[in-house]
Nanobody, 124 residues
Framework: QVQLVESGGGSVQAGGSLRLSCAASGYTSSSNCMGWFRQAPGKEREGVAIIAGNGGTGYADSVKDRFSISRDNPKNTLYLQMTSLKPEDTAMYYC??????????????????WGQGTQVTVSS
């Protein structure tokens, strides 16, 4: 059974940094596409960053050059390093896994498994 558990969220001031973690179990995450998504109140869930089984990455334009996705394969853990945070980054952040080696894009429906989310709040 695939399980994804996020951690690392919190409250920070604008300009600050946070690192989110996603511990995967029930499968070998390094072989598959994984991603980070976020959802703010009243808005649709949107893709933030993805990493394919071959290490290729992709980012939403709104976070490019500020966020970095990575994975620790021996630990079966996915990370999202967030820097220069802005109030508009405030959202619930979700880790997701796609049961395929490659990522198609920052598309919610491409992903098969989801974590419960971790809240990120950025104050101005």
């Amino acid at each position: 059974q695939v399980q994804l558990v996020e951690s690392g969220g919190g409250s920070v001031q604008a300009g600050g940094s946070l690192r989110l973690s996603c511990a995967a179990s029930g499968y070998t995450s390094s072989s598959n596409c994984m991603g980070w998504f976020r959802q703010a109140p009243g808005k649709e869930r949107e893709g933030v960053a993805i990493i394919a089984g071959n290490g290729g990455t992709g980012y939403a334009d709104s976070v490019k050059d500020r966020f970095s996705i990575s994975r620790d394969n021996p630990k079966n853990t996915l990370y999202l390093q967030m820097t220069s945070l802005k109030p508009e980054d405030t959202a619930m952040y979700y880790c997701a896994a796609r049961m395929w080696y490659l990522c198609g894009g920052l598309t919610v429906t491409d992903f098969n498994y989801w974590g419960q989310g971790t809240q990120v709040t950025v104050s101005s």
